[in-house]
């Protein structure tokens, strides 16, 4: 490299593994033959040139060492190993005392975090900015209570929650700061981000990605073996399909988006995005095949970022959720019934244009109206279903 990286990223590997139970340090578990911080470095890797500086558990910095070693791959990084404290904070700390002079940006990511992707890597050392830090996060989606011992005293408003994930990411000056003043105040916060607000700092959050969880019980363990080899598991590796429905009104102003297509002149679909209910409805397909939700759920009213939104970023995004939770894409097959628009002569157009967002699966469209029946035949709206086939890797 011409120049020393202006990001770091401490990745925090000093953890016992008491609840996971597996007779060694977390992170230098097997996952498939590969170390929990193997593959948690696998995405590190993957991203933009930074100082690497790995936490280890006190004993174990030579097998540590050795990981970093074979994950670099002879890459010209700064990277090192680092022994942690007795606590979370503390090997934070001290991954934080080996940051190069000239880092501006520091992202703090625990390596029991082993499947998260290093575009979410990437995000949030983007959305860094000089006066606040970023942390990734998933909507809150169960239903939430408020509990005394064993006693139910509320609900809880889960539309005002979300679930922090990691790497965090902030301005160098102000987390060594907040972390100088944490130490000497002997405070102790749950995660990187409450110890920076607690020191004045904002922090923001970007969306995270299901596959960032963290492998804390056994559970976890064998839920990230599955996502990586579904026949370690006992899984039998076969095709899986999902169906999907979506149905829209006319309405709204503007044209008409529909296939990933822009239909000018006609009017309309409502909805939160563009109302394209072809596309809507292969994401619930797809979705709904790998097991990973719903579109409500990852693109509804409570993720405002996808508001406007045409089918190309559903899908790409679709796309790479399924790929990060270990499926190939084998084909979507989708039916819209509606009165309009006439379809035959951009059927070709839409099944490209639905192909390439999905990174090259085959996509067949048709349409067909309902003898006027019903309220697609009678012009106020477009009904589709989907049908998609997903095939483990």
């Known amino acids: 490299m011409t120049s020393a990286p202006r990001t770091a990223i401490v990745v925090v590997a000093a953890g016992s593994g008491t609840r996971l139970a597996a007779g060694a340090p977390k992170a230098l578990v097997d996952l498939d033959g590969r170390t929990v911080l193997a593959h948690a470095l696998e995405g590190v890797f993957a991203v933009r040139p930074m100082q690497v500086i790995v936490v280890a558990p006190a004993g174990h910095e030579p097998a540590v060492a050795g990981v970093l070693a074979d994950a670099d791959g002879g890459r010209a990084w700064p990277a090192s190993v680092v022994t942690g404290g007795a606590t979370r904070q503390l090997s934070v700390a001290a991954g934080l005392a080996a940051v190069d002079a000239a880092v501006e940006v520091v992202l703090v990511h625990d390596a029991a975090r082993a499947l998260t992707p290093s575009a979410q890597i990437d995000a949030v050392a983007d959305a860094v900015t000089a006066d606040a830090g970023v942390i990734p996060a998933l909507a809150v989606i169960d239903t939430l209570k408020r509990v005394d011992g064993d006693a139910v005293v509320e609900a809880v408003d889960r539309s005002v929650?979300?679930?922090?994930?990691?790497?965090?990411?902030?301005?160098?000056?102000?987390?060594?700061?907040?972390?100088?003043?944490?130490?000497?105040?002997?405070?102790?916060?749950?995660?990187?981000?409450?110890?920076?607000?607690?020191?004045?700092?904002?922090?923001?959050?970007?969306?995270?990605?299901?596959?960032?969880?963290?492998?804390?019980?056994?559970?976890?363990?064998?839920?990230?073996?599955?996502?990586?080899?579904?026949?370690?598991?006992?899984?039998?590796?076969?095709?899986?399909?999902?169906?999907?429905?979506?149905?829209?009104?006319?309405?709204?102003?503007?044209?008409?988006?529909?296939?990933?297509?822009?239909?000018?002149?006609?009017?309309?679909?409502?909805?939160?995005?563009?109302?394209?209910?072809?596309?809507?409805?292969?994401?619930?397909?797809?979705?709904?095949?790998?097991?990973?939700?719903?579109?409500?759920?990852?693109?509804?009213?409570?993720?405002?970022?996808?508001?406007?939104?045409?089918?190309?970023?559903?899908?790409?995004?679709?796309?790479?959720?399924?790929?990060?939770?270990?499926?190939?894409?084998?084909?979507?097959?989708?039916?819209?019934?509606?009165?309009?628009?006439?379809?035959?002569?951009?059927?070709?157009?839409?099944?490209?244009?639905?192909?390439?967002?999905?990174?090259?699966a085959a996509v067949s469209v048709t349409a067909t109206t309902t003898d006027g029946l019903g309220f697609t035949g009678r012009g106020e709206g477009i009904a589709v279903t989907a049908v998609a086939l997903v095939l483990p890797r």
């Not at 976890?220 to 590796?237: F, I, K, Q, Y």
């Not at 109302?275 to 579109?295: K, M, T």
């Not at 970022?305 to 097959?333: K, N, P, Q």
């Open 161 to 360: 929650l979300a679930a922090a994930q990691t790497p965090q990411g902030f301005p160098r000056a102000a987390l060594d700061a907040a972390y100088a003043r944490a130490l000497e105040a002997g405070e102790e916060h749950t995660d990187d981000a409450a110890l920076f607000a607690a020191a004045g700092g904002a922090v923001r959050r970007i969306p995270g990605d299901e596959r960032a969880f963290k492998i804390t019980t056994p559970a976890d363990l064998e839920r990230a073996r599955m996502l990586l080899h579904p026949a370690s598991v006992g899984l039998p590796v076969t095709p899986r399909i999902g169906v999907g429905t979506d149905v829209h009104a006319f309405g709204g102003g503007g044209d008409l988006w529909l296939a990933g297509l822009e239909w000018p002149g006609e009017q309309p679909l409502s909805g939160h995005s563009d109302g394209d209910a072809v596309a809507h409805a292969i994401v619930d397909a797809l979705l709904g095949a790998a097991g990973l939700g719903d579109i409500g759920e990852h693109f509804g009213t409570a993720h405002p970022e996808y508001a406007g939104a045409h089918a190309d970023v559903f899908l790409a995004r679709t796309a790479r959720m399924l790929a990060d939770a270990g499926f190939a894409i084998g084909s979507v097959s989708v039916q819209f019934q509606g009165n309009r628009p006439r379809f035959s002569a951009r059927r070709a157009e839409a099944e490209a244009v639905l192909s390439r967002a999905l990174g090259g």
